[in-house]
């Protein structure tokens, strides 16, 4: 019932900008932690940024000065700036929530993951 939906990907060329937005949709009881990651053919998935319930955002080393992650509560949805993109910021881009659901009276928590977003950055 709780989706991810991802939107804002395609093709820019190297110095340009693209936003991400990620929007979750269903019955929730809260989301917690929200973040953004990666994965670039032929190499594992990482993290490109977090960003807490409370609204502190942490970046990986690759990203930082140059990406911002941010959330709209209020629209269930996490945001990714993305600037000064180069060829190596090409990979699909996954959004992730943890987020707290009641099913058959029964409170569970669990990772949600977005259907991925492809970032192609080429001249």
């Known amino acids: 019932q709780v989706q991810l939906v991802e939107s804002g990907g395609g093709l820019v060329q190297p110095g340009g900008s693209l936003r991400l937005s990620c929007a979750a949709s269903?019955?929730?009881?809260?989301?917690?932690?929200m973040g953004w990651y990666r994965q670039a053919p032929g190499k594992q998935r990482d993290v490109v940024a977090t960003?807490?319930?409370?609204?502190?955002?942490n970046y990986a080393d690759s990203v930082k000065g140059r990406f911002t992650i941010s959330r709209d509560n209020a629209k269930n949805t996490v945001y990714l700036q993305m600037n000064s993109l180069t060829p190596e910021d090409t990979a699909v881009y996954y959004c992730?929530?943890?987020?707290?659901?009641?099913?058959?009276?029964?409170?569970?928590?669990?990772?949600?993951w977005g259907q991925g977003t492809q970032v192609t950055v080429s001249s």
């Open positions: 269903g019955s929730m009881i809260a989301i917690n932690d």
């Open positions: 960003i807490t319930a409370g609204n502190v955002p």
């Open positions: 992730n929530a943890e987020i707290f659901t009641e099913d058959w009276a029964v409170q569970t928590s669990r990772d949600y």
